[in-house]
């Protein structure tokens, strides 16, 4: 029997997941708790840990100008099973780190249920033991009544909450490619890519106006009267909303052209375009990119087969909508994601305010970095906030709590961004920032690891 006590995480997703792995990394038993095949949810489809729910894209994987390229190097420095997890299972996507979302989740899976170390628990948690004295909480979007109960409980106020969209997928067999092509955005080629690694449906301008006329008048989804006010993500927009702004917006969004030409057709610009991406390694499953939506199932059926390429798609999955949750973080928790209320509770993943698969998965590894520390008895390190770890956790834990005119906290979720970064000092050409930035991080990134961890034990 091991002689430390274990670790309790609650959530087997994405940062649950990391945060597991992570305090076993470090010699710590960890029980994984995972409700799910037990209590399934409206989103997951398959009872293994981190299952992707929404896209198959960890987005760019340019760690020298994107802030989410720059989180992807330092959680493979970090030895980030969710990372390893993604790079042995990666789709060709152009510039995009995107992957194959079954071969991901067993991979994950596996690897867990074989370190012994970690224990899964197939069971709903509703109030995690008084008996445990450490446990990371990361249920993320869809966490059990019972748990956000216990949890409102506890902060004395209700989680904000907003609309979190899924995208359909169309099987590939069913697309018209003597209309469509093969390009990636301006030819880039990504970790898996060859520069021509999207599907691509031009509209003319015509086509275009018709297919927002269309998303506008399509019958919706009607909300429950709790959900009137609850608010979208903007990150994460259904398309009719994003139409709703303007009858331009969309072409300057997800389905903007620039960049992408059918060399077939040189002469002949889109005026707008829908792009599809891989979703699977036997390239049979491509998914609608930034097509959230939440028009009724044959509303969708209906208008995306007015797209050109698309008249006779098949689709293996359609959009849908969910609710989802998170904390008032600044205000709640500590800076190592300790809720102030009750310190045996740690908080990990997009309950705590992030955004993005990455995002959540990094949150859960810096979780279970510092409830292993704590184990250990030693005092927790935080990341350089110059690094894109210590940035994301800055906003998390104390960014954005002014207030406005006396009003509420304007805590929002937010995706890695170089604007939670400190700036850099002078001298550097505009042209030069990002590099920078992303230089400067993973160099601090480095120290931070040889002064937190003896390379032995990373």
Request: hydrophobic fraction near 40%; include cysteine.
């Amino acid at each position: 029997m091991h002689a430390l006590s274990p670790i309790h995480v609650i959530g087997g997703g994405l940062a649950g997941s990391e945060a597991a792995w992570q305090v076993a990394r470090r010699g710590v038993p960890v029980v994984l708790h995972e409700m799910r095949p037990l209590r399934p949810t409206a989103a997951h489809k398959t009872e293994k840990l981190a299952e992707l729910v929404c896209s198959n894209s960890f987005r760019s994987d340019n760690a020298e100008a994107s802030a989410i390229g720059l989180l992807h190097a330092e959680m493979r420095r970090l030895r980030s099973l969710v990372m390893r997890a993604a790079d042995t299972n990666k789709l060709p996507a152009g510039s995009a780190l995107a992957v194959d979302r079954e071969g991901f989740a067993a991979a994950i899976t596996e690897t867990l249920d074989n370190e012994p170390l970690v224990e899964i628990r197939r069971e709903e948690i509703g109030h995690p033991s008084p008996d445990w004295d450490n446990v990371i909480v990361a249920t993320g979007p869809l966490t059990s009544a019972a748990l956000a109960d216990t949890i409102r409980a506890l902060i004395r106020k209700d989680a904000l909450a907003f609309f979190d969209a899924i995208a359909p997928i169309v099987h590939r067999n069913s697309i018209d490619c003597d209309v469509a092509w093969f390009q990636s955005r301006y030819d880039k080629a990504g970790p898996a890519g060859s520069g021509a690694d999207y599907i691509n449906c031009p509209l003319t301008k015509a086509q275009y106006h018709d297919f927002v006329d269309a998303l506008l008048a399509g019958e919706k989804i009607a909300f429950h009267d709790f959900e009137i006010a609850t608010p979208y993500f903007e990150g994460c927009l259904p398309i009719e909303v994003i139409a709703e702004r303007g009858r331009e917006t969309l072409r300057h969004g997800p389905m903007k052209p620039f960049g992408l030409t059918d060399p077939r057709r040189p002469t002949a610009k889109p005026y707008a375009v829908v792009q599809l991406r891989q979703d699977n390694k036997l390239g049979t499953l491509f998914n609608m990119v930034g097509f959230q939506t939440k028009l009724k199932h044959g509303e969708q059926v209906r208008i995306f087969r007015t797209i050109p390429g698309l008249a006779k798609a098949e689709f293996a999955r359609l959009g849908g909508l969910h609710r989802n949750t998170f904390l008032d973080s600044p205000s709640l928790l500590d800076e190592t994601l300790r809720l102030k209320a009750m310190p045996r509770l740690r908080f990990a993943g997009q309950i705590t305010g992030c955004e993005g698969y990455v995002e959540s998965a990094a949150i859960g590894l810096l979780a279970g970095r510092f409830a292993a520390a704590q184990r250990l008895g030693e005092a927790p390190r935080l990341p350089p906030p110059t690094t894109a770890h210590g940035a994301l956790l800055g906003h998390i834990t104390g960014g954005h709590i002014e207030t406005i005119d006396a009003g509420p906290r304007s805590f929002q979720p937010m995706n890695a961004n170089f604007g939670l970064f400190p700036p850099l000092g002078g001298g550097i050409a505009r042209g030069a920032r990002k590099q920078a930035l992303c230089a400067r991080a993973l160099a601090d990134l480095d120290m931070w690891i040889g002064a937190t961890v003896p390379r032995a034990a990373e």
